[in-house]
């Protein structure tokens, strides 16, 4: 089966522009994550969706970013304005309800805010 | 709330030896406890888990153990090999919660 598909890979922009991604989750997985990893840390959550419903965006700094995911399938992540402090890789995980403890992660998108 | 931390930060061993990393939860209520490989600029892929019923898991040259009175675990991966190079994460969670809390992280580096 296809794996979680995030585009795009790399973005380089400069402060105070705005940003978005984009996260298609494997075929039939209702669950949907997005986390934010720095530099040498593990994975951090930033909100999770069950279907298209934002069941916990307590990690999401909501001056500034934002999520949606309209038909529950794939989610777009949106930052803006950027910040110098916003440089990380962001990636996008699913999950599905029969094996809901598995997540399974996409390559992530590598944002440089210069 | 949960908390993970993860031994050690970098590991380097030559070909063939084995490597341990260990990681400690907070939250005894804790019940799947995944471990991820992550390769330079790739995503992280899941290598092996285990849950609360069972003490050990091995599937091929990675096992991973799990002490429930401790509030411990570890990944071990024998024999080596420079494909194993890697940052391996572990992260508990609470089954049911989808919360993945994980560790900071371990720079394997096998020396050929």
């Known amino acids: 089966e296809a794996g979680v598909v995030q585009s795009p890979r790399y973005k380089i922009i400069e402060k105070k522009q705005p940003v978005a991604f984009w996260c298609n989750p494997i075929?039939?997985?209702?669950?949907l994550y997005w986390y934010r990893q720095n530099l040498g840390q593990g994975p951090e959550l930033l909100i999770r969706?069950?279907?298209?419903?934002?069941?916990?965006d307590s990690q999401l700094p909501k001056d500034r970013f934002s999520a949606e995911r309209l038909k529950g399938v794939d989610s777009t992540l949106k930052i803006q304005p950027a910040e110098l402090g916003d440089s990380a890789v962001y990636l996008c995980?699913?999950?599905?309800?029969?094996?809901?403890?598995?997540?399974?992660f996409g390559p992530g998108t590598r944002l440089t805010v210069l | 709330g949960e908390n993970v931390e993860q031994h050690p930060s970098t590991l380097s061993v030559q070909e063939g030896d084995s490597a341990v990393i260990k990681c400690t939860y907070s939250?005894?209520?804790?019940?799947?406890f995944p471990w991820y490989k992550q390769e330079l600029g790739k995503r992280p892929q899941l290598i092996i888990d285990?849950?609360?019923?069972?003490g050990e898991k091995k599937d091929q040259r990675i096992a991973v153990t799990l002490n429930k009175t401790a509030k411990h675990f570890s990944l071990h991966i024998t024999e080596t090999q420079p494909e194993d190079s890697a940052v391996y994460f572990c992260?508990?969670?609470?089954?049911?919660?989808?919360?993945?809390?994980f560790g900071t992280g371990t720079r394997l580096k096998v020396l050929a």
């Open positions: 939250d005894s209520a804790s019940n799947y």
């Open positions: 995980a699913s999950s599905s309800t029969r094996g809901r403890d598995t997540q399974y």
């Open positions: 285990i849950r609360s019923n069972v």
């Open positions: 992260a508990a969670i609470l089954s049911g919660t989808y919360k993945y809390i």
């Open positions: 969706y069950e279907n298209e419903e934002a069941v916990d």
């Open positions: 075929s039939g997985h209702n669950t």
